[in-house]
């Protein structure tokens, strides 16, 4: 039998709702006329909250429990932890490496009360995180992520036994955190060290090098810059996962970062020494992990479903969509682009790894080593926990700022692949003004940027590739025209990309892919390879054309890898020699460089765009609402998704508004009406994905999900997917053409019974605006739609099927105005740029 009393777990009436797939109202509902309802154990008069373990055992004494899917439950585990998200999200992926790794030692150890669970665990956990992370030791220790990120801890045995200390002595133990006073994770200059303890060494290395900071009494951060890899014959695949993120929400207190920047405080504060690196993972102690073994128990359960990996994915995508400004992502398609540009490596470094999408995308290798390290305490766990479920390769984490506080200095990595934060002024300047680093010169205090480039060129080997997304006016901004002509006649840069606008935030701009290479014995390569890819950003929301983008980027790399030269792709690629770049402002921008495609072929596209705007335009006329009353229509045979439409959007008769009963998708899931699922981080074959970026602008699948253990779901003609988060009214209906793509994050699927539900008519109230409000939930940054509370009227059938009809025509219809706006804009796009290049005459 568990003990359950020290679980501190509270949620709201909303979270209950969210739970039991009810609206809000069906809570207040049962506090009333349930005596033995729970009662509040915090919160406020007007917003109580309610022990989450005394919640589920009323929910599932009332038989309204059993429909929740088990991972919204371990959710609303994690979002409510006493300790915040991020401290459990470090717990779970602790346990979940040890389910992973050695499943055998968390059932023996999970057996019993939750106090022995605690007991046992730090033990447990020691003999994966030692062996996994490197080091003689990880000690135990409080910290600001899950007990012992980042802080000081007493050394232990490598691998201890599993014997517990007493539960009386971890039930009696002090409060979590009382014997730590962790400092902010963005520390203002000027205070003191955040480490108490750098990294113990690795596995198996040698431990001569001197220490990374002389001045601080800690330890060596490594003690070998290359540590033996650990389990490096195998490697796994991995799942399309949460984006990288390169910034997160202060933790221990208010931070005030520029706007452009989200990574580091503000200002041109005094410099002060950084604190020394530090290891990314401790063990936490056992009155730490107490409050969380409810909650691992509910992890260890989704494990055992969907399994570890899998488990770990959606608990952290599902805390960064909660969060989506507290955070900069990376998408997975620009990550699986600047790993390929790499190539093949053996030893890769990420200095400023967010989460480690970066280095997750890395092809395995055997004996392979991966080095990352973050500012962020909570990040650079996260990331070695993430990595370690993902790849069998030897993950080397540190916490610390990888330009004042170098945790590898002595690295020579094969490859390395940086998201560094942008325009940020408070770098380290001053007090890194003789840094040996700087080999192609000491950058302005306006240029971060270019620090980061040197500092990823120290840490190749001879002949080593970097790839970095960079602002693009780091390209031609004066400041930097120095660095910039010294890398170009030293060969060090070589290749420009420019990326389409809305490839990653911010956005709005065309960020660049700086590809560079550690000069060696080989003579310098006379040329540069400047790419533009801008042609294939996409409107709306659905992102670049990231397809069309891997070929032509790709192609232009690997032509030009082998001759050194590339002939011009007008208006895409072209290798251009470096005595032309080295002008008075060294401007590396593709745009400016590249020639403007031939104007026979733009004339003819824009004649073919006109033709096809013509057609377009007539057809929506056609389409488009007519004064008269709408026609009757039989009601006998339900149109499916394949059949032609010929139905005249017309407005219906004016009818008075009447009430009608109503049903909620919850209740239709519970009768068996429809079945409900989830979007997915992963699949067993390769198929199209459908993003909710293709739900919303109406296109066809573009997501790809890597293969996993976890079960895709694939849609059907006929299903309704919805996007959860966002806001906005939109249900999409899948067709022929749609069926079979893979179901991505953020989606909802409802598959009806067609004896009872009409498609067409379930996705046409579902785009209603007052029924989106009703089922939303809104937080202080994002709007999540809780598409079991969304409600649709009792209608029988065949009065369903004439809804259906309407809803289905002005479907069409709206996807005739859009695909007419798509053209509108190319042709007035082609207009414009063909009267001012000159390949269309105004005559």
Not at 186 to 191: D, F, H, I, S
Not at 258 to 277: E, F, K, L, V, Y
Not at 787 to 816: H, K, W
Request: hydrophobic share 40%.
């Amino acid at each position: 039998m568990h003990d359950h009393t020290t679980d501190a777990t509270e949620l709201t009436a909303a979270g209950i709702a969210r739970l039991a797939g009810v609206g809000r109202a069906a809570v207040s509902n049962w506090r009333r006329r349930h005596a033995d309802f729970p009662k509040p154990v915090g919160g406020t008069e007007t917003s109580p909250s309610f022990a989450l373990a005394e919640v589920e055992a009323w929910l599932r004494a009332q038989g309204k429990l059993a429909e929740v899917p088990l991972r919204e439950r371990v959710w609303q585990q994690l979002a409510g932890h006493p300790e915040g998200q991020l401290t459990a999200l470090a717990h779970a992926g602790r346990a979940l490496l040890l389910i992973h790794e050695r499943p055998t030692v968390w059932l023996d150890a999970s057996a019993g009360s939750d106090a022995r669970l605690a007991a046992m665990l730090p033990g447990a956990l020691e003999q994966v995180l030692t062996p996994r992370f490197g080091g003689k030791a990880v000690g135990r220790g409080a910290g600001p992520v899950g007990g012992g990120v980042n802080s000081a801890a007493m050394p232990t045995a490598v691998n201890p036994p599993l014997t517990p200390p007493s539960v009386n002595a971890v039930l009696a133990a002090p409060p979590v955190g009382a014997a730590s006073s962790a400092p902010p994770v963005n520390k203002p200059p000027g205070a003191p060290p955040v480490n108490g303890e750098p990294i113990a060494e690795s596995v198996n290395a040698p431990s001569t090098p001197p220490p990374v900071n002389p001045a601080s009494t800690a330890p060596p951060v490594y003690a070998s810059p290359a540590p033996a890899p650990v389990n490096p014959s195998s490697a796994s695949s991995t799942v399309n996962a949460a984006p990288d993120v390169h910034s997160r929400p202060p933790v221990d207190g208010p931070t005030v970062p520029t706007p452009a920047n989200p990574h580091t405080p503000a200002g041109n504060t005094p410099a002060a020494p950084a604190p020394a690196p530090a290891p990314a993972l401790r063990t936490p102690t056992g009155p730490q992990l107490l409050p969380s073994v409810p909650f691992l128990r509910g992890v260890a359960e989704l494990a055992a479903e969907v399994g570890a990996r899998q488990a770990f994915e959606f608990l952290l995508g599902r805390h960064l969509d909660a969060n989506p400004r507290q955070y900069t992502l990376t998408p997975a398609e620009l990550a699986g682009l600047m790993a390929d540009l790499a190539g093949p490596a053996r030893t890769v470094l990420d200095p400023a790894c967010g989460t480690g999408a970066l280095l997750r995308a890395v092809d395995t290798r055997p004996g392979q080593e991966l080095y990352a390290q973050d500012s962020a305490p909570e990040l650079a766990a996260l990331s070695a926990l993430r990595l370690a479920l993902h790849t069998r390769a030897a993950v080397r984490g540190a916490v610390g700022d990888s330009l004042r506080a170098d945790a590898h200095p002595e690295l020579r990595a094969d490859a390395v692949l940086c998201h560094p934060p942008f325009n940020e002024r408070n770098w380290g300047h001053d007090e890194l003004a003789y840094d040996p680093r700087w080999e192609y010169g000491f950058p302005a205090r306006t240029e971060s940027e270019l620090a980061w480039v040197q500092h990823a060129l120290a840490r190749l080997t001879d002949g080593g590739t970097a790839v970095l997304l960079m602002p693009p006016a780091a390209a031609s901004r004066r400041s930097g025209r120095r660095i910039r002509a010294d890398l170009l006649r030293r060969g060090a840069l070589r290749a420009v990309v420019a990326l389409p606008v809305g490839a990653a935030p911010p956005y709005n701009i065309p960020l660049h892919l700086w590809v560079l290479r550690r000069p060696d014995r080989t003579p310098v390569a006379p040329e540069v390879l400047l790419v533009d890819t801008g042609r294939f950003a996409a409107g709306g929301r659905g992102g670049p054309d990231w397809a069309a983008v891997r070929e032509a980027v790709l192609d232009a790399w690997r032509v030009f890898g082998r001759a050194g030269r590339l002939e011009e792709r007008p208006g895409l690629a072209r290798s251009v020699p470096v005595i032309e770049l080295l002008g008075e402002d060294v401007d590396l921008a593709p745009a400016r460089h590249l020639p403007p495609p031939a104007a026979a072929d733009g004339t003819v596209r824009l004649a073919e765009v006109r033709e096809r705007l013509a057609e377009t335009l007539r057809l929506t006329a056609d389409l488009s609402p007519a004064p008269a009353p709408a026609p009757e229509h039989p009601a006998s045979v339900a149109p499916t998704p394949a059949d032609p439409v010929t139905v005249d959007p017309a407005p219906a008769d004016p009818a008075p508004a009447a009430r009608r009963p109503v049903t909620t998708i919850g209740e239709l899931a519970r009768g068996g009406a429809l079945v409900l699922r989830t979007g997915g981080n992963g699949g067993h074959a390769r198929v199209p994905v459908l993003t909710d970026h293709d739900v919303l602008a109406g296109t066809a699948p573009s997501g790809t999900l890597p293969e996993s253990e976890e079960e895709a779901v694939l849609t059907e003609a006929g299903d309704i997917v919805v996007p959860v988060l966002g806001g906005g009214s939109v249900a999409r209906v899948i067709d022929e053409g749609s069926a079979g793509a893979a179901l991505g994050r953020n989606l909802v699927l409802l598959r009806p019974d067609r004896t009872a539900l009409d498609p067409w008519f379930l996705a046409g109230f579902l785009r209603g605006t007052a029924n989106n409000r009703q089922a939303s939930s809104y937080a202080s940054t994002a709007t999540r739609l809780d598409v079991r509370r969304m409600q649709l009227p009792r209608l029988p059938l065949e009065e369903q099927r004439r809804y259906g009809a309407r809803f289905r025509a002005l479907d069409e219809f709206e996807r005739a105005l859009r695909h007419a706006s798509r053209l509108g804009e190319q042709l007035v796009r082609g207009m414009y740029d063909g009267l001012t290049d000159g390949t269309v005459t105004p005559g």
